[in-house]
């Protein structure tokens, strides 16, 4: 569209500008979190440590192992700290299991009763169908602040307050927003092949589970995707349903570790952030293509 | 499939199939978003603080309402968040994804770049910015200072909570931006073509062709907007609980969740969840009313 060379330029220069702006708080975090607690507040930009060479030994004491209190060459005594995987109050790994958990059933729940809706609404002829259909797609606009209170009510009745299941089990009914984005892709498999594996004698859940699914890999690896980013990203949810530290979520623990250190020590709290958010980014490398086209689906068809 | 009148025989047969395959969503609709909202329909009017029984107030709430300080503040304070983060990062979306769009090196990290905030999780989204507004030694704050700008204590000054929250919510435009430039994509060539034979500049190119080609893009995510933007809870909850000084970004959703479940007025939360929710509602349906003037549908026209 911009095809003159002159607003060309311009543009690159103002993107590139902008691109500075965008990546800089996240540079700045990794850079935080690899300086030692007493250089925080004296470095300025400097990227790394005053003494670069001791920059992958900060990094091993901010993010496992800590370091005692010292003496330093000037004789000025340096405060010990616990490293953040080690931390005693804390415990990140047993948080990253807890996340894995809800992870792994909600997906595995979400996926497969999404893509049994997603059929009864796209492959399925009944009368009613687009109406209910209707109701579904109005679904997503209901807030979740709307139910939050007598859902948590629902979850104290049934005792799961304090337990992992109120952050898993409704992901095993399906979700709106899914059950939408698997229609879209079941309705453009052709009808021809459904037919004809009818005349071949399969019943709905042959199709179902011999053709449609198999054909559907890219658009299920789409909702387990953005199912998984959105359990690894969820706080209001932990935050109403879990009441002891054992049971947190790393969303939730990362917010009570922030919360136990008064004084704020920058370097770990910012490790401890590069930790929570490397594996989305490593995700997010792995499988960009997937991400992107999920994106696109759901926003052009809306 | 072959689509039967409702008169035909098979249409009962036909509806429980069809309800059979939807039953997972039936299911988990009833237990999780129809048995809530009767419940919170009846809350409304109670007294109720979760351990006694729920006694019936009548109007009481809504009265209460009318009187309450709070719920005029974070009323007013969510809709000036809403009036500039959404506009605005509307804007910006708009204008990173044009550029985004244009052919010059290094497109694929540029894009990358953009979208990578949005994977970061809200909490560290929240923890990341207290450290950039930081009014010390706060990255935005040393940059000003390296241009002679003596920064403001961002989230300890009432004027500035609320711009540094509008400010933040900047960052993560790219989810929106991947849309605009899925639909920019779409935009046949020709069309540039003409309006460059046509003698158009390329403001004129932008405004005359681009925005109309994508207006259903820029709908979709204004609605989306819309619903999300009203309900922002845990980033402003982690990095100024309690809205930081006067309250001035004390939000809806921080509103309803402490009367919920720091204070334990869960009928009076109900009523407020129910503000909300009519609202959004509100603003969704006017969204959609303005939509039919202002947006271009394609396939309408051909």
Known sequence: ??????????????????????????????????KPQEEIKTSGFAALPDNPSRTLQYAYENYYAGRDKFVDDRGI??????????????????????????????????????????????????????????????????????????????????????????LWVPACFGTAFNIFLLRQFFMQIPGDLSEAARIDGLNHWGIFWRIVLPLSRPALAVVALFHTMYVWNDYIGPLIYLNHQDTFTLALGLQFYQAQHGGTPWNLLMAACTLITAPLLILFVMSQRTFIEGITTTGMKG | MIKRGPTSGHSAHDLLTGLAWISPWLVGFAAFMFLPICISAYLAFCQFNGLRAPVFTGLENVRTLFTDPTFWKVLKNTSIYAAFALPLGTLL????????????????????????????????????????????????????????????????????????????????????????????????????EAAHVDGATAWQRLRFVTVPMISPSIFFNVVIGIIFVWQVFAVPQIMIPN???????????????DVAFEH????????????????IL??????FRLSKRLVFYRGAVT
């Open chain 2, 93 to 192: 979306a708009l204008a990173l994804a044009v550029l985004l769009n244009m052919r010059v090196p290094g497109r694929t990290l540029w894009r990358a770049i953009i979208f990578v905030p949005t994977l970061v999780p809200l909490v560290a989204v929240a923890m990341i910015w207290m450290w950039i507004f930081n009014g010390r030694y706060g990255l935005i704050n040393m940059c000003l200072g390296a241009v002679g700008i003596e920064g403001p204590n961002w989230l300890g000054d009432a004027n500035w909570t609320m711009p540094a929250m509008i400010l933040l919510s900047f960052w993560t435009v790219g989810h929106a931006v991947v849309i605009y430039l899925a639909g920019l994509q779409d935009v046949p060539r020709a069309l540039y």
């Open chain 2, 282 to 287: 509100a603003l969704t349906a006017l969204a």
């Open chain 1, 77 to 166: 005594e340096r405060t010990g700290y616990e490293g953040v995987l080690t931390s005693d109050n804390v415990h990140f790994i047993l948080y990253l299991r807890n996340t894995l958990i809800v992870a792994v059933f909600s997906v595995a729940g979400v996926v497969f009763a999404s893509a049994i809706c997603a059929y009864g609404f796209a492959k399925v002829a009944w009368p009613g169908r687009d109406p209910v259909f209707a109701v579904v797609l109005a679904t997503m606009m209901i807030p979740f602040p709307a139910v939050m209170i007598p859902t948590y009510f629902i979850f104290k009745f049934l005792g799961w307050i304090g337990t992992l299941a109120p």
């Open chain 2, 243 to 257: 809205g930081g000084p006067g309250r001035n970004a004390y939000f809806y959703t921080m509103y309803v969740y």
């Open chain 1, 1 to 34: 569209m911009m095809d003159s060379p002159l607003l060309r330029y311009v543009g690159l220069v103002v993107l590139v500008i902008l691109c500075a702006v965008f990546v800089s708080p996240l540079l700045w975090m990794l850079s935080t979190s690899l």
């Open chain 2, 264 to 279: 334990q007025r869960f009928g009076y939360a109900c009523i407020l969840s129910w503000v909300q929710l009519f609202i």
